[in-house]
């Protein structure tokens, strides 16, 4: 039976997975603060990113209950991948890390692999890495993972990618080329994708520029790529019964992702009944949160919540410094692990019993893990290109190896389609591959003149080019 969640289920996972994030950053004993903090239990060399951490958790909370709600299957690419303590923590809550690696199970003895583990010896590294389960994606370097999202909703219509773009990575040459991707994006045949901005204002030392722009800049902008934007500011809600514990506002968030996959399914039905618009408005959510959000408020006499400061390690110097143990102390307990974890260290039922099962759960998803689903490809016999040479006449024909190659690559498509595509900058005809169109036209779904050659809605080669 399905469990949907309450408002206050999607609050104490949240608070679940920010506190997992932040004890993989510091800790390597006492994982569920069971004990008074000492400084022994802080990793002698600290390293990860919280900044995004909290952004992250939020979304993957969101498309948690999405899936829920929706039966939705859903990929997940984190372009800021160095927020793989959050990635790692939704992946224990959900169980699909401690199917992959059994040290992980959802346990006292897994939570505390899980926090000893990350940036450690042997251990996870403080990026995503293709080892991390339902990761296709590794995002240490920023600016591909849009891309990559366009990439997998390609051939798979029942698939919604959703894709996380830091406002830093937003800043990249190849993110700003790939949100041109849904004019070549079919929602009759394609899946959807599903771009979610992360807008925390800094990178690792400055503002960024999306986090700088205003609500109104930001709608032009996206609405001139072609995006129907929904705008969502998270924050701390008015409604807490106790300020010291982080509550977000989750309806809010929730009805922005309810927008986004409500006009989604609309726009598919409409195209797979034949009544689809020749501009298809794909949704963008613009979601902006403080960077850090639910770290301590001030340390040192500066501002770290909502700050440059709160990138990678806000409290820098738990093992040395009373003033920092303590605040690292009452950042951690704020979360209030112990009302979310048993005594023996497993999550509390209360926390996982709404969560997505099966392969619906993000580290699950079949889509991320290519040799569950790949199927053989038909492919020509290469014989049936080979140029016949006559020992005693050499030199008197001539061929083009890559016409050749045109005209195998042409079978390939014509043998496997929708398995199979071509990608290339605008350069077929002048390698002389020009047979590939033969069998396939240019897919590009907005509108092109009727007299435009081999461009269509619905094609194997696809032409762009960055």
């Not at 169980?95 to 939570?111: F, M, Q, T, V």
């Not at 996959?261 to 726009?267: E, F, N, S, T, Y």
């Not at 020509?380 to 008197?396: Q, S």
Request: aromatic share 8%; charged share 25%.
């Amino acid at each position: 039976m399905i469990q949907r969640p309450s408002l206050a289920d999607l609050n104490s996972y949240w608070l679940a997975t920010n506190y997992l994030s932040a004890a993989q950053i510091y800790l390597r004993e006492n994982p569920l603060l069971q004990e008074p903090l000492r400084p022994d239990h802080i990793k002698p060399r600290l390293l990860g990113h919280w900044g995004t951490c909290p952004g992250i958790n939020l979304i993957a909370t969101h498309l948690n209950r999405l899936i829920v709600n929706h039966d939705q299957p859903t990929l997940l690419l984190t372009g800021p991948g160095h927020g793989a303590p959050a990635v790692l923590s939704n992946l224990f809550l959900e169980g699909s890390l401690g199917e992959r690696y059994r040290e992980y199970e959802r346990d006292g003895e897994g939570a505390k692999n899980l926090v000893r583990d990350f940036s450690w010896p042997g251990g996870f590294p403080s990026h995503l890495t293709p080892a991390t389960p339902g990761t296709i994606h590794e995002g240490g370097e920023l600016g591909y993972a849009l891309a990559t999202a366009f990439g997998a909703a390609m051939d798979n219509p029942d698939l919604l990618v959703a894709c996380i773009v830091g406002d830093g990575e937003a800043e990249t040459g190849p993110t700003a080329t790939a949100w041109h991707l849904t004019k070549y994006l079919n929602p009759k045949r394609d899946g959807a994708v599903l771009p979610i901005v992360h807008l925390n204002q800094y990178k690792i030392a400055s503002r960024t520029i999306f986090g700088a722009m205003s609500d109104d800049e930001l709608r032009d902008l996206f609405h001139g790529y072609g995006y129907e934007p929904i705008l969502i500011e998270a924050h701390d809600s008015e409604n807490s019964a106790d300020e010291r514990i982080p509550v977000a506002n989750h309806r809010e968030v929730a009805n922005a992702f309810d927008q986004a996959i409500d006009r989604i399914q609309k726009l598919q039905r409409r195209w797979r009944n034949g009544e689809g618009e020749p501009r298809p408005r794909w949704p963008v959510i613009l979601l902006r949160s403080p960077k850090g959000w639910t770290v301590t408020k001030e340390l040192d006499g500066e501002r770290i919540e909502g700050t440059h400061r709160s990138h990678q390690v806000p409290v820098e110097d738990p093992r040395n410094d009373p003033q920092h143990l303590e605040a690292l102390d009452s950042w951690l307990r704020s979360y209030q692990p112990e009302t979310l974890f048993e005594e023996d260290g497993s999550p509390k039922p209360s926390i996982i019993r709404w969560l997505p099962k099966g392969a619906r759960r993000l580290g699950m998803i079949p889509e991320a893990n290519g040799g569950s689903i790949r199927k053989p490809m038909t492919i020509p016999d290469w014989k049936h290109y080979e140029l016949d040479i006559d020992k005693n006449h050499r030199g008197r024909e001539t061929a083009s190896d890559m016409k050749t190659a045109g005209e195998f690559l042409r079978d390939v498509i014509d043998n496997n389609r929708g398995r199979f595509r071509l990608f290339c900058p605008d350069e077929l005809n002048s390698n002389r591959l020009g047979a590939t169109l033969d069998a396939s036209q240019r897919q590009f779904v907005w509108p092109t003149p009727a007299d435009d050659p081999n461009i269509g809605m619905q094609g194997s080669v696809f032409k762009m080019l960055s």
